[in-house]
């Protein structure tokens, strides 16, 4: 059984900065896309950043040169790397996972304070 547990999550000021991780078990890590989402108070869930098994990563516009997505095989770990945050960072954050389906943690709170 696939299990993602996130961390990192907490209270930061305008332009400061902060690192998720997110660690899996019951997966062959090494050859799943693994990605981030994130969801705000009245909003729909949006993609944030996405890293292949083979290390290609995509991100959303909105976080583009200041969130990176990176992931470490043998600790089974994904991790997200937030700078420059602002208040519409705000939200609700998931990694996810695809083996076969996707599988989603469950989840950890960021707010940016401005």
């Known amino acids: 059984q696939v299990q993602l547990v996130e961390s990192g999550g907490g209270l930061v000021q305008t332009g400061g900065s902060l690192r998720l991780s997110c660690a899996a078990s019951g997966t062959r890590f090494n050859i799943n896309t693994l990605a981030w989402y994130r969801q705000a108070p009245g909003k729909q869930r949006e993609l944030v950043a996405t890293?292949?098994?083979?290390?290609?990563?995509n991100y959303a516009a909105s976080v583009k040169g200041r969130f990176a997505i990176s992931r470490e095989n043998a600790k089974n770990t994904i991790n997200l790397q937030m700078n420059s945050l602002k208040p519409e960072d705000t939200a609700v954050y998931y990694c996810?996972?695809?083996?076969?389906?996707?599988?989603w943690g469950q989840g950890t709170q960021v707010t940016v304070s401005s």
């Open positions: 996810t996972l695809l083996d076969g389906r996707t599988y």
């Open positions: 890293i292949s098994a083979l290390g290609v990563t």
